[in-house]
């Protein structure tokens, strides 16, 4: 099975700073690799998929990166609504699997 | 609106059974692979269960092959979950997902609580 990893586990960040969030596959995926956003008590949002492909109604403040088996998500200009957690997911080869997480929350 | 939702969760014992639904509407749903994935209390993401749109292929996680059973009903629009010999490491929330032809999940359930406990 292909592993997922993610850093940082947790960062605290301010309105308006610049997030960027790694995940690293255990194996060459290729761009095979989506972003969720997840708040609590509420279901997984898709936010980029193929890497770097932002789904439709996402704010262009998301941005994704990378290819093989390292990538990484970007937030460019931190709003409120965006304190969450990050998940990545790839998508090359059965079984699917997910990222930890990373937890977005307010310094 | 596009929409899923579940139902069937609870409380059962180790060695129990319990069937999950999810009830689709707002799209065509044998149009769409679906598929279950799981979320223990505080934890991340673990991938299930997947069915392709006519119940020909069906994939599961080693964690609950031989265990779980996915089917779906396309004339009622429904995927369900069927669960037996269930282990306390089982517990989690259960979310059905609507499945991309790449593999990504575009649209969730809130997601069903499942607790095994004795």
């Known amino acids: 099975d292909i592993q997922m990893t993610q850093s940082p586990s947790s960062l605290s960040a301010s309105v308006g700073d610049r997030v960027t969030i790694t995940c690293r596959a255990s194996?060459?995926?290729?761009?095979?690799l989506n972003w969720y956003q997840q708040k609590p008590g509420k279901a997984p949002k898709l936010l980029i998929s193929a890497a770097s492909s932002l789904q439709s109604g996402v704010p262009s403040r998301f941005s994704g990166g990378g290819s093989g088996t390292d990538f990484t998500l970007t937030i460019s200009g931190l709003q409120p609504e965006d304190f969450a957690t990050y998940s990545c997911?790839?998508?090359?080869?059965?079984?699917?699997?997910f990222g930890p997480g990373t937890k977005v929350d307010i310094k | 609106e596009v929409q899923l939702v579940e139902s069937g969760g609870g409380v059962v014992r180790p060695g129990g059974s319990l069937r999950l639904s999810c009830a689709a509407s707002?799209?065509?749903?044998?149009?769409?692979?679906m598929s279950w994935v799981r979320q223990a209390p505080g934890k991340g993401l673990e991938w299930v269960s997947s069915i392709n749109w006519n119940s020909y292929t069906t994939t599961y996680a080693d964690s609950v092959k031989g265990r779980f059973t996915i089917s779906r009903d396309n004339a009622r629009n429904s995927l369900y979950l069927q669960m037996n010999s269930l282990r306390v490491d089982d517990t989690a929330f259960y979310l059905c997902?609507?499945?991309?032809?790449?593999?990504?999940?575009?649209?969730w359930g809130q997601g069903n609580l499942v607790t095994v406990s004795a």
């Open positions: 997902a609507r499945e991309l032809p790449n593999w990504s999940f575009d649209t």
């Open positions: 707002g799209f065509t749903f044998d149009d769409y692979a």
């Open positions: 997911q790839q998508s090359s080869s059965p079984p699917i699997t």
């Open positions: 194996q060459n995926i290729n761009n095979f």
